[in-house]
């Protein structure tokens, strides 16, 4: 076999002429291929697994990430976030007990006034919890997005009222419960489109309540009353209490 070395001694001592990287002219002799030497010669070289790109990074990258991150800004900067978690939660039990109340009630009247009653009180528990969770954030409960969030979510419920009157004196009552849920969904459905998704869930959650109760016995008005600002109020309530504070 042959071997490979430093042009030196052991070369001068065999005798035998080197070739140019040390090895012996035998030894390349019973190779067909490559030699010793050049086999440890490549091997020697570090090859990259991968070619190197000496592209530099464009510039509309970095432009194009900076563009990202400003319009994620400004739409948080946009959102409406003040949303009450907690509050929900207090309108939802009280709208329990006001289903409860109303129910006992023998005229269409009296059964107006319960609900009535219940919803402003609604609204003053939900103004005094997002007055009170804008100004734990810093925030302005009168900022721009908030009169986004209210000039979405009026029309819905001024268009209720109008409706309930409507029905009422038709002598279709037991239409009501639907109408306030459908339109109530319909109102937080466009006033959350500024606030975090989970508003816009809760909406269409109130519509598909509402839209059961049209086609439900009148008798059921009132259940399907406390499953929708009651029970779904404390459900989205409490979610968004948790994920958004409360």
Not at 17 to 33: D, E, L, P, Q, Y
Not at 63 to 78: F, S, V
Not at 133 to 138: P, R, V
Not at 171 to 190: C, E, I, N, R
Request: charged share 15%; with cysteine.
């Amino acid at each position: 076999m042959g071997w490979c070395g430093v042009r030196g001694a052991k070369s001068r001592r065999s005798g035998r002429r080197m070739g140019r990287c040390g090895c012996s002219i035998k030894a390349r002799f019973h190779f067909t291929s490559q030699s010793t030497c050049d086999i440890i010669a490549a091997m020697a070289i570090p090859q990259p697994i991968r070619p190197a790109s000496n592209e530099p990074v464009g510039l509309h990258h970095h432009a194009i990430d900076n563009l990202k991150y400003i319009r994620q800004t400004m739409e948080r900067a946009g959102a409406f976030t003040a949303v009450p978690g907690w509050g929900g939660v207090w309108m939802g039990a009280t709208a329990l007990a006001a289903a409860l109340a109303a129910s006992r009630q023998t005229s269409d009247g009296a059964w107006l006034a319960a609900w009535f009653a219940e919803g402003m009180l609604a609204i003053g528990i939900g103004a005094l919890a997002i007055k009170r969770k804008a100004e734990m954030a810093g925030d302005s409960p009168f900022s721009s997005p908030a009169r986004k969030f209210a000039l979405g979510f009026a029309p819905p419920l001024a268009a209720a009222a109008v409706l309930t009157y409507a029905l009422v004196h038709a002598g279709l009552k037991g239409f009501v419960p639907g109408v306030w849920l459908m339109l109530y969904g319909a109102g937080t459905m466009s006033g959350g489109a500024f606030s975090v998704d989970i508003v816009p869930a809760m909406g269409v959650s109130f519509m598909a309540l509402g839209a059961a109760s049209l086609f439900a016995p009148a008798a059921w008005g009132d259940a399907f009353l406390a499953a929708g600002f009651g029970g779904l109020h404390i459900l989205f309530g409490v979610l968004i209490a948790r994920r958004h504070g409360g």
